[in-house]
């Protein structure tokens, strides 16, 4: 077996003195491990990163083997937020996320695209609402997307406010007064709000990691990362 593909490092660990195992999410093979001979080396721990985007080969015996993988760097992300303990943290923390919740070997384009997108975006000043935003997608691939347009009571597309935290559904400032301490905050710039305040990229952090830890992690025996951890905290 022998492909090539493009990928983004998601995680990796030593394997002998010398080599390392690497989860590589790539763009046409989804979720991929395979070995790097000389991964441990000075060399290539630059590159080896999580979030660096590389060429790759993959080549097995047979298919089901975990295989070894030829990697080339193509575009080192990392480099441009390690001076930045958001940004870093951010970029760790979507790596991780799709390290615990992708299956192996399933392709997902669409999901390698956003974040691809979003490790570009990690330098611009608009990082934080980027990576919600990039939460929410991941909700969506996994099959868990929230459903933000309309209230979930009345129907009405203004005023939204909350979501509900057992149907992921937007609730309006009036349908939702009587049960706003049950209810999640929607910050305004998911649903077309220009200004994103401090504030409101908490309450997105909380809303997508609530619904992460649900769907997701919980029914794995799996916690959020630590550095989505640190991005709530900061």
Known sequence: ??????????????????????HILTRHHGRHAGIVRGGNSTKMRGVLQPGNELYVQWRARLEDHLGAFNVELQESHTARVLSDAGRLSAMLSACAL???????????????????????????????????????SLLAELGFGLDLSACAATGV??????????????????????????????PGFLVGAKEVSKQAISQGLRLTG??????????????LPAARIRISDD
């Open 98 to 136: 799709v390290d615990d919740c992708l299956p192996e070997r399933e392709p997902h384009q669409n999901l390698y695209a956003s974040l691809r997108s979003l490790l570009v975006l990690l330098p611009e000043d608009a990082w934080a609402a980027a990576y919600v935003v990039w939460e929410l």
């Open 210 to 223: 609530y619904f992460l830890d649900r769907h997701v992690l919980t029914p794995q025996d799996k916690a």
């Open 157 to 186: 597309r203004t005023g939204l406010i909350y979501v509900s935290p057992r149907s992921g559904r937007a609730v309006s400032a009036a349908a939702g007064q009587a049960y706003m301490d049950r209810l999640l905050p929607l």
């Open 1 to 22: 077996m022998d492909w090539r593909d493009e990928g983004i490092v998601l995680s990796l660990r030593k394997h002998g003195e010398y080599a390392v195992i690497v």
